[in-house]
């Protein structure tokens, strides 16, 4: 599946002057939610080293950390915190 704005990431905070926590559960797997613009219609609102916190695989959910590495129009990409 594609990311959709009718489930959309949540602002759980801001940290520090630049970056944001964020919340994010969805039914696709973390393979799937760590692509390349897979939130690349949220690129106004994300920054490079924004933390997102992923809730995801629906009824089996796993919750992973995801860090934004870039955030423009053409590209929002993530990068899976071990």
Known sequence: MAYSSDNPLKKISQMGDSNNLWYYTDGDAI???DDNE???AEYPNV???DVII????GSNAVVDMLIVTTATSAQVRTALLS
């Not at 992923?54 to 695989?57: I, K, Q």
Request: no cysteine; net charge neutral.
């Open 38 to 40: 897979y939130f690349l």
């Open 31 to 33: 393979g799937t939610i």
């Open 47 to 49: 920054s490079a080293g």
């Open 54 to 57: 992923v809730n995801s695989g």
